[in-house]
């Protein structure tokens, strides 16, 4: 991500730039940082994941949305676009425009060499603070794995992995489970 040519707005000039724009971008400390298109392979497991999840919480108190969906972090000021954000019971939003998600429940990011290390580490650390968040998952385009980092009582992060065609992983959060065959249907691996 690049941060773009206006720096300094406050969080209302970027939602309202945001909200007229056909790109999309992030926000932190007063400057937008450009989010950058997605691969074939980062469509297809994006895509892959979403329908796996929606089909398995379709008649529970759980919702699922794709990249277009904006989360807030309210104790770092980060506004962001997860590859997939599920919140389960009543959705909390910024406003009224119902776009800007403050109470997610899983966040699923898809990793990619040029956000893999802000994924794993700056991102994770914005993410930890969101109390109704109990779960985060890295999906990799390069191997077939999922990364889990689940969140414990005392608030420490679990972290487990998941590898292999045949690889499964269960998502206590939101009582689903993730098959790597399913979230890799039509990925080619380079």
Request: overall charge negative; some cysteine; hydrophobic content about 35%.
């Amino acid at each position: 991500m690049d941060a773009q040519t206006r720096p300094h707005l406050t969080p209302e000039e970027y939602l309202a730039i945001e909200r007229r724009s056909e790109t999309r971008s992030e926000y932190l400390d007063g400057e937008t940082f450009a989010m950058t298109g997605g691969s074939r392979n980062h469509n297809l497991i994006v895509l892959n994941i979403g329908r796996e999840l929606s089909l398995q919480l379709k008649k529970r108190a759980c919702e699922v949305y794709a990249s277009d969906l904006r989360v807030r972090v309210p104790a770092t000021g980060l506004y962001t676009y997860p590859d997939i954000t599920v919140v389960c019971g009543e959705p909390r939003f910024e406003d009224e425009e119902l776009e800007t998600l403050l109470n997610p429940t899983l966040l699923i990011e898809v990793l990619s060499p040029t956000t893999e290390a802000y994924d794993r580490g700056k991102k994770f650390e914005h993410y930890q603070t969101i109390p109704s968040l109990s779960e985060y998952l890295l999906v990799s385009q390069a191997s077939f794995r999922v990364e889990q980092f689940l969140r414990q009582e005392d608030n420490r992060w679990l972290f487990t992995a998941v590898a292999g065609f045949e690889g499964r992983i269960s998502l206590p959060s939101i009582q689903c489970e993730l098959v790597l065959a399913e979230v890799y249907d039509k990925v080619t691996l380079v």
